[in-house]
T-cell receptor, first 114, second 111 residues
Framework: AQTVTQSQPEMSVQEAETVTLSCTYD???????LFWYKQPPSRQMILVIRQEAYKQQNATENRFSVNFQKAAKSFSLKISDSQLGDTAMYFC???????????FGDGTTLTVKP | DTAVSQTPKYLVTQMGNDKSIKCEQN?????MYWYKQDSKKFLKIMFS???????INETVPNRFSPKSPDKAHLNLHINSLELGDSAVYFC??????????FGQGTRLTVV
């Protein structure tokens, strides 16, 4: 069974600064997918970024980038130039290639302070 | 166009009642899910259907019964509601390897 661990229940950052959210996972599979989702107070789940395990290049989406270390089973999210609208709960998720089952971490609540 | 829509958005009901939550996706996805998000915001998968067939059934009381009449719909029926069932329930859909699309969630409150 896969597990996803987010070791930081809460984090805060000053507006315009950079913050990194950590995520580690455990799996015996060699091919899989990793995601970061954002859940603002509206509770809508929004995809932030997606990484394919067989791709060594780290995914980037504007101010969001990941540091994917496959051997270490680590998938951290870096948010640059933090904005007030980034305040949300962030979930790391692991998806198998078999049946597409997704396992989510417990989430990290990020607060961006003005 | 809403990709994954679930109704109702809010549901307040008394203990012991039976209730249903409906979900529809218009994305043509093969796989649909039900997730439960508790008061601590932990997100746990309950069920997964692929092309109308149940493929994942996590440890969930058998008072919860999913029903998939077709690939685009996955409804959740809950019998004999208990206080501990209070949570936000999310319907979602995806294709393998792609983003999971979530509905807006149904906040269920059992009183």
């Amino acid at each position: 069974a896969q597990t996803v661990t987010q070791s930081q229940p809460e984090m805060s950052v000053q507006e315009a600064e950079t913050v990194t959210l950590s995520c580690t996972y455990d799996t015996s599979e060699s091919n899989y997918y990793l995601f970061w989702y954002k859940q603002p107070p509206s509770r809508q789940m929004i995809l932030v970024i997606r990484q394919e395990a067989y791709k060594q290049q780290n995914a980037t989406e504007n101010r969001f980038s990941v540091n994917f270390q496959k051997a270490a089973k680590s998938f951290s999210l870096k948010i640059s130039d933090s904005q007030l609208g980034d305040t949300a709960m962030y979930f790391c998720a692991f998806m198998t290639t078999n049946a597409g089952k997704s396992t989510f971490g417990d989430g990290t609540t990020l607060t961006v302070k003005p | 166009d809403t990709a994954v829509s679930q109704t109702p958005k809010y549901l307040v009901t008394q203990m012991g009642n039976d209730k249903s939550i409906k979900c529809e996706q218009n994305l043509g996805h093969d796989t649909m899910y039900w997730y439960k998000q508790d008061s601590k915001k932990f997100l746990k998968i309950m069920f997964s259907y692929n092309n109308k067939e149940l493929i994942i059934n996590e440890t969930v009381p058998n008072r919860f019964s999913p029903k998939s009449p077709d690939k685009a719909h996955l409804n959740l029926h809950i019998n004999s509601l208990e206080l501990g069932d209070s949570a936000v329930y999310f319907c979602a859909s995806s294709q393998i390897g792609e983003e999971t699309f979530f509905g807006q969630g149904t906040r269920l409150t059992v009183v």
